[in-house]
């Protein structure tokens, strides 16, 4: 089952950046985290994923701890359509599990 | 390129019968997953194939099962079917079954059991 930990709700101002935490202090060596977000009942869209590194993509950035028990995704200037649950997961090498995620709302 | 595809996006199905839903992964994808989402439980992993073999499967009865074709598309059979069976239905396809390959979901399949 989900080996992450993340809190159930946070909110953001339009504009500011959204900083959502996540810890996984079981993670093992090669154990990739991601990051993905599902809105209103679609599919849960992929927005980065990394191993130790931190990662930047068009959407977001992913900052990982030196120990990897912890990251941190950051949404630069969030927009109202960035409303959604956020999901952390570490992959090991077989299926991918889910938690409950982090549901942002971000407001005018 | 096209994404995954799942059809159909919408059924309704009476209690007792049976269901097949269709997922059609990215060219190239080789694992296919099946998840249930429904607002009590969450994101519940079903089971994961791989090169037609079943690799992982989660805690469903054996009422759900699932099989994979040797061009990837996979289907999923839901029998004797069960109100509490009405969720959404997704499927998930990657190049691989290692930790680096991400999955990409599809938009799901929407089973109401009246």
């Known amino acids: 089952d989900a080996k992450t930990t993340q809190p159930p709700s946070m909110d953001c101002a339009e504009g500011r950046a959204a900083n959502l935490p996540c810890n996984h202090s079981t993670i093992s060596g090669n154990e990739y985290v991601y990051w993905y977000r599902q809105i209103h009942s679609q599919g849960p869209q992929y927005i980065i994923h990394?191993?130790?590194n931190n990662e930047t993509n068009e959407m977001a950035s992913l900052i990982i701890t030196e120990d990897r028990k912890s990251s941190t995704l950051i949404l630069p200037h969030a927009t109202l359509r960035d409303t959604a649950v956020y999901y952390c997961?570490?992959?090991?090498?077989?299926?991918?599990?889910f938690g409950a995620g982090t549901r942002l709302t971000v407001k005018p | 390129k096209a994404g995954v595809t799942q059809t159909p996006r919408y059924l309704i199905k009476t209690r007792g019968q049976q269901v097949t839903l269709s997922c059609s992964p990215i060219s190239g994808h080789r694992s296919v997953s099946w998840y249930q989402q429904t607002p009590g439980q969450g994101l519940q992993f079903l089971f994961e194939y791989f090169s037609e073999t079943q690799r992982n499967k989660g805690n469903f009865p054996g009422r759900f099962s699932g099989r994979q074709f040797s061009n990837s598309r996979s289907e999923m059979n839901v029998s004797t079917l069960e109100l509490g069976d009405s969720a959404l239905y997704l499927c998930?396809?990657?190049w691989g079954t290692g930790s680096h390959y991400g999955y990409t979901f599809g938009s799901g399949t929407r089973l109401t059991v009246v």
């Open positions: 990394g191993l130790k």
């Open positions: 997961i570490v992959r090991p090498n077989n299926d991918m599990r």
């Open positions: 998930a396809s990657s």
